[in-house]
């Protein structure tokens, strides 16, 4: 069976989002930065509801690698590395 990468279960959009996360690993991204927006535009309901859908997907998908997507209330997203107990629990 071949092996399938977490590139390969993303959509586009997730992917959008997934590659700053990456880049900034370990640190805060703000949610303007993962929608390409300036600081100073204003995030429609819609749109956080949106974020955090597309969100919740590709958290579900880095889970069995070991990554785990935390919310910033009111600011954005850090993108961790799981221990490899909880890793192995899920």
Known sequence: MPEVTVLQQV????LHLLVP??????????YTHLLGVSRQ????RSIRLSLTRHISRLRARL????????CLIGYGY???????????NT
């Open 63 to 70: 889970w069995p690698f070991g990554l785990d997507i935390v």
């Open 21 to 30: 996360l990456l880049y900034h690993a370990g640190e805060a991204v703000r």
């Open 78 to 88: 850090l993108l961790l590395s799981r221990s490899n107990g909880q890793a192995e």
């Open 11 to 14: 959509e586009r959009t997730q």
């Open 41 to 44: 535009q204003s995030l429609t």
